[in-house]
Structure formats: C-alpha cells, structure tokens
C-alpha cells in the first residue's frame, strides 16, 4: 500500500508561481512512476504531468507544455510539481498519482494505483 499526501495549493493571481509537493510513504518510491492529475468543476480528470522512476523521463499535457515543472526526489520520497505563469483555466484539484505501471508512457487514468486526496489551486484575480 502507498500513501500519498499533497501540499502547496492555495490562491493566486494570474501570472504567479506555484509548487505543489507530494509525500509518498509505503512501497519503495523509486518502484514507482509517479504523475500529477487535475480535477476542475464540471470537468474529466486529466493527466498533467507524469514522470518515469528515474526521473529521466517526463511527460507534460499540452495545456501545461513550456509553464509547470515535474520533478522527483527518490531520497526524500517526494514528487514535485513547479506550475509557473498560472492561469485561471488551471484552476483545479490537483491529485498526486503512483503506479506500477508507466504513466509518463501511458498517461492513462485507468493506470494509476494510487491516489492522494488532492490540494486545491485557484487562480483568480
């Protein structure tokens, strides 16, 4: 079993930065691909960003291509997502996601294993 625990969501303007963290306890973290999905009202969960085990490999949709960051720290059993010029269409539950299978491959919902409860990001003036 793996839990997962995120943090770093809150309120801010367009235009500003933000990092959400993800705490990972449980199975090896390095065993796992772990990835960042979104949630926003009325809407599908969609893939964000997903990143291999190494950390070498990364996927990003193409809504966030060139402004978030996905990295990881197998050490710390952390995964992070750095989401820069935030725009109020971002605005959303942000789920941690782990798997055993390949999310920066597959980018499939239906692949993720594990879930974290989700942290809220809003962007508004």
């Known amino acids: 079993q793996v839990q997962l625990v995120e943090s770093g969501g809150g309120l801010v303007q367009p235009g500003d930065s933000l990092r959400l963290s993800c705490a990972a306890s449980?199975?090896?973290?390095?065993?796992?691909?772990m990835g960042w999905l979104r949630q926003a009202p009325g809407k599908e969960r969609e893939f964000v960003a997903a990143?291999?085990?190494?950390?070498?490999?990364?996927y990003y949709g193409d809504s966030v291509k060139g402004r978030f960051t996905i990295s990881r720290d197998n050490a710390k059993n952390m995964v992070y997502l750095q989401m820069d010029s935030l725009k109020p269409g971002d605005t959303a539950v942000y789920f941690c996601?782990?798997?055993?299978?390949?999310?920066?491959?597959?980018?499939?919902?239906?692949?993720?294993?594990?879930w974290g409860k989700g942290t809220l990001v809003t962007v508004s003036l």
């Open positions: 996601a782990a798997a055993r299978s390949y999310l920066e491959v597959t980018q499939r919902v239906d692949d993720v294993d594990y």
């Open positions: 990143i291999s085990r190494s950390g070498r490999v990364t």
């Open positions: 449980g199975r090896t973290f390095s065993t796992l691909s």
